[in-house]
Nanobody
Framework: VQLQASGGGLVQAGGSLRLSCAAS????????MGWYRQAPGKQRELVADITSGGNTNYADSVKGRFTISRENANKNMVYLQMNSLKPEDTAVYYC???????????????WGQGTLVTVSS
């Protein structure tokens, strides 16, 4: 099972970006998918996550600005729509998948490779 994230880039403050993450492999189901970020010199932190049932959870710092979603037809895709971006949102964003069920095993806490988001002031 692999996670592939995309969509990062450079944007001015107030702008928007959309991150995408695709989980590939012989996946039967994924319980929770989410996005974390790590800014230089800081610990990795949860940005938002979403369960297979559509329940969402957001960091206080992004509530009202970011929206996480999963594709209805393909629950192995997760998106993060980021609006009203601020310089403090600058970080490497990582896709995460937890409780990934395959026919042979259940994997926990899988990470994608990270995608850089830079917000200029």
């Amino acid at each position: 099972v692999q996670l592939q994230a995309s969509g990062g880039g450079l944007v001015q403050a107030g702008g928007s970006l959309r991150l995408s993450c695709a989980a590939s492999g012989s996946i039967l189901s994924i319980n929770v998918m989410g996005w974390y970020r790590q800014a230089p010199g800081k610990q990795r932190e949860l940005v938002a996550d979403i369960t297979s049932g559509g329940n969402t959870n957001y960091a206080d710092s992004v509530k009202g600005r970011f929206t996480i979603s999963r594709e209805n037809a393909n629950k192995n895709m997760v998106y993060l729509q980021m609006n009203s971006l601020k310089p403090e949102d600058t970080a490497v964003y990582y896709c995460n998948a937890n409780e990934v069920r395959t026919a042979l095993y259940t994997a926990v806490n899988l990470w994608g490779q990270g995608t850089l988001v830079t917000v200029s002031s």
